[in-house]
């Protein structure tokens, strides 16, 4: 497995992420998925839907549109509400409603969400070298993951 370099972190900081990283890639095939498997956008948040012209949803930013574990699109919106605070309770509710399944309820959840984790920490990181402010946040981020500490305070990238 070819784990990223994670160049302009902190050597014990990228080395936690390349370990948690490959905790991700093999514990995921044994996550006790429920849902049918099927089209999976990849980055599914409202960040990356549109309102056309006629008022109807656009998914946009379509790179990782796969066929998969459904859980993996409900994830985001989840963890956006409980972790990290950028959906309020009563939209998540609505999410969940109009959804009819709510994926915090879910045996998987934790783990899922901690692997969504890892992965929008990583891809930021492969920034660190290039960018101060992505070295800056994702050194944030895996003190919060390796500490258990609050999500409240990521920037969304």
Same mark, same amino acid.
């Given at each position: 497995?070819?784990?990223?370099?994670?160049?302009?972190?902190?050597?014990?900081? /990228?080395? #936690?992420?390349?370990?948690?990283?490959?905790?991700?890639? &093999?514990?995921?095939?044994?996550?006790?998925? $429920?849902?049918?498997?099927?089209?999976?956008?990849?980055?599914?948040?409202?960040?990356?839907?549109?309102?056309?012209?006629?008022?109807?949803?656009?998914?946009?930013?379509?790179?990782?549109?796969?066929?998969?574990?459904?859980?993996?699109?409900?994830?985001?919106? /989840?963890? #956006?509400?409980?972790?990290?605070?950028?959906?309020?309770? &009563?939209?998540?509710?609505?999410?969940?409603? $109009?959804?009819?399944?709510?994926?915090?309820?879910?045996?998987?959840?934790?783990?899922?969400?901690?692997?969504?984790?890892?992965?929008?920490?990583?891809?930021?990181?492969?920034?660190?070298?290039?960018?101060?402010?992505?070295?800056?946040?994702?050194?944030?981020?895996?003190?919060?993951?390796?500490?258990?500490?609050?999500?409240?305070?990521?920037?969304?990238?």
């Amino acid at each position: 497995m070819h784990l990223p370099s994670y160049q302009g972190l902190d050597v014990d900081d /990228a080395e #936690f992420l390349k370990k948690r990283y490959r905790w991700a890639r &093999e514990s995921f095939d044994s996550l006790p998925f $429920v849902l049918e498997r099927g089209v999976i956008h990849g980055d599914a948040n409202v960040g990356n839907v549109l309102l056309g012209d006629d008022g109807r949803a656009v998914l946009i930013d379509l790179d990782s549109v796969s066929i998969g574990p459904r859980e993996y699109d409900l994830i985001q919106t /989840a963890i #956006f509400a409980e972790r990290f605070g950028w959906h309020t309770d &009563e939209e998540y509710a609505t999410f969940v409603e $109009v959804y009819g399944w709510d994926i915090m309820q879910w045996e998987g959840y934790e783990d899922l969400a901690a692997m969504r984790e890892i992965s929008m920490t990583s891809w930021l990181a492969k920034k660190a070298a290039g960018n101060a402010a992505a070295a800056k946040e994702a050194t944030k981020r895996i003190h919060a993951i390796r500490t258990g500490g609050s999500r409240r305070d990521w920037g969304a990238y």
